[in-house]
């Protein structure tokens, strides 16, 4: 039995429908990644909450290390947690809007059947 033909419109709806599958995916990774660091940003922040301000601390930058202070470490920390928890908001965002498309398309490609 032959399959039936797609029309042009069904191809584009099915190309796009593809193609947010793998966006989804990808996004999906990044938020993935992102909260491990957000956890990784954790624990330093935890570790650092319980050393003295004597304490001698090396921050990496590539392949050296560099001695820095305790308050400096605090901030950049900080700052890096604060980033991290924009981007996964902002990554959250645009995956549910994708969702949304995603199963709007889906729907579409299921009745066009």
């Keep these: 039995m032959a399959q039936p033909q ?5 191809q584009e ?21 992102l909260e491990m ?3 990784d940003l954790e624990i330093a922040k ?3 909450k319980e050393l003295d301000n004597s304490a001698v601390i090396y921050r990496s930058a590539g392949r050296l290390l560099f001695k820095t202070s ?9 700052e890096e947690y604060e980033k991290v928890e924009v981007r996964i908001a902002s990554l ?4 549910n809007k994708m969702v949304a498309s ?12």
């Design 70 to 78: 305790l308050e400096d470490v605090t901030k950049y920390v900080a």
């Design 37 to 39: 660091e957000k956890r």
């Design 92 to 95: 959250t965002k645009r995956q």
């Design 6 to 10: 797609l029309t042009p419109e069904q």
């Design 102 to 113: 995603f199963k709007e398309l889906q729907t579409e490609l299921s009745g066009s059947q």
């Design 13 to 33: 709806s099915l190309q796009r429908y593809q193609q947010l599958a793998q966006q989804l995916e990808i996004i999906g990774r990044q938020i993935q990644q």
């Design 46 to 48: 935890k570790e650092t």
